[in-house]
């Protein structure tokens, strides 16, 4: 017994897969391949946007209904290796003029019947070309199901870069703030200053200047952010809220030289070309039984049968003593078989084409196995790259902490200029800008990676959320968290 998860849909807060179950022959395909995971741990707010984005996005809408068209035809080949009923009925009128009816002379004769009855049939060997035929078709559901799987990923991938950007500018908007709180603090001590007659009156007019320029730094950020929500309206029709930062998924942080060797069993391209190509190899042997086996099939029917006959003297137009009507039952049994001779080269010529569609499929899955290897081997090359220049960053933005508290305790007592504050005070914005960027490329590479792997599903996303990290509590935080 072997049942395919079709495409699923999320339903209120809790999320449903509703599953199409096919009943299969036996297969050596054991594992049991879904769009979704349970899920661990759920936000109202993140699922109730994804499910706004599965149900606004077209393309995996198409997906639902080609998975169906699929599965129905699966249904139809299956259907074919059962044995078929039919209810057969017909009405028969037969007419003979002249004829010579022995000492009786010359007479027209008409035979009227009507028959109905079951018609059973049932394809003994065929050279096993429908299981084989069925088969075909359910490796190529698998197919389907499998190519489905990534579309949702790649789409969910776009979703979670989107995420990121939108958490990103909120996180600008956060650091905006704070280096307007820090440029405000200098300016109130440059003024402070200079009513003491410590500094010049330039360096309150500098200040000013920063000041200004960080508000509208901060501006900008808000301007960016409130133009990303819009855009996550439009892709999930729900009014984007704040909540918990996408982490990093646990695999990649406790078993990631692990997760190569298991790359073949999880990975959906290579997934997907593997059920092609055992599809396109059941539909070979398919072939060859329906054009080179011989067949045997077996008929069975059961027929009434309702008959009038009429007999008229053709010289005085009298009915003769030869008319009668009948009603008789039939029971016929007919075992036929079949054997391929002669097609002219058409059967050749359909074999070595399904024997081609099975070398390009091989070759297809031998491409895919390569391909899936190289994009792990990129993606986590960039991952492991995004964690050092993110720890790399980290550092830096501590050390210019350290920095620019140290000058402004330098301003304050007059030991360095209020031009060197401010270079270092930008040098931290700054630091912390990119430090932000960093971040996103971290999470975001990550995720990149867990689609690779061929985990990145609807539930995966709702149950990866980082409940620990809410950069927007503290400063503190941010540099020991982001």
């Not at 430090?435 to 599903?457: F, N, Y």
Request: proline share 2%; net charge positive.
């Amino acid at each position: 017994m072997f049942s395919l998860i079709l495409l699923h849909l999320y339903s209120g807060n809790v999320l449903k897969v509703p599953a199409v179950k096919l009943v299969l022959p036996k297969m050596k395909i054991k594992k049991e391949v879904s769009l979704a995971e349970r899920v661990i741990h759920k936000d109202k707010f993140l699922e109730k946007a994804v499910k706004g984005f599965m149900s606004h996005n077209h393309e995996i809408v198409s997906i639902q209904h080609d998975l169906t068209a699929t599965m129905y035809d699966y249904n139809r080949a299956r259907g074919d290796i059962l044995p078929q009923l039919d209810f057969v009925s017909g009405l028969k009128s037969e007419q003979v003029l002249g004829a010579r009816q022995g000492d009786l002379g010359y007479q027209n004769t008409k035979d009227t019947s009507a028959n109905y009855g079951l018609r059973a049939t049932y394809v003994l060997f065929n050279g096993f070309a429908n299981i084989n035929g069925v088969r075909a078709k359910d490796f190529e559901v698998q197919s389907k199901l499998y190519k489905g799987v990534d579309t949702v990923a790649k789409k969910l991938l776009e979703f979670i870069k989107l995420i990121l950007t939108i958490q990103a500018s909120e996180l600008q908007v956060e650091i905006g703030k704070r280096d307007v709180a820090r440029k405000q603090k200098m300016y109130q001590e440059a003024k402070n200053r200079v009513v003491a007659g410590a500094a010049g009156k330039q360096d309150e007019f500098q200040a000013r200047a920063i000041l200004d320029e960080a508000t509208g730094k901060k501006g900008d950020a808000e301007t960016d952010f409130k133009n990303t929500t819009v855009k996550f309206l439009e892709w999930t029709g729900v009014t984007y809220e704040r909540m918990p930062w996408l982490a990093i998924p646990e695999e990649l942080l406790t078993k990631l030289d692990k997760l190569e060797a298991t790359l073949h069993k999880t990975n959906v391209s290579i997934l997907q070309a593997q059920a092609d190509m055992r599809s396109k190899e059941k539909n070979q042997k398919a072939t060859n039984g329906k054009l080179f086996s011989p067949k045997f099939n077996l008929e069975f029917n059961a027929n009434n049968r309702i008959g009038k006959l009429s007999a008229v003297n053709s010289q005085t137009n009298e009915p003769n003593s030869s008319s009668r009507s009948n009603t008789q039952t039939e029971l016929t049994t007919n075992l036929q078989c079949t054997l391929p001779l002669w097609s002219g080269g058409s059967d050749k010529s359909e074999a070595l084409q399904a024997s081609k569609a099975v070398a390009a499929a091989r070759h297809g899955f031998y491409s895919a196995a390569q391909d899936a290897k190289i994009d792990f081997q990129n993606a986590k090359e960039s991952f492991l790259s995004a964690q050092n220049d993110h720890t790399l960053y980290l550092s830096i933005v501590e050390n210019y902490q350290k920095s620019y508290e140290i000058a402004l305790d330098k301003y304050q007592s007059g030991a360095i200029g209020f031009t060197d504050l401010s270079e270092i005070a930008n040098n931290l914005e700054r630091a912390e800008q990119v430090l932000v960027r960093k971040d996103k490329d971290l999470r975001q590479t990550a995720w990149e990676l867990i689609k690779v792997l061929g985990s990145l599903t609807p539930s995966k996303l709702c149950a990866s959320l980082d409940k620990n990290f809410d950069p927007f509590s503290d400063y503190n935080r941010i540099k020991s968290c982001i």
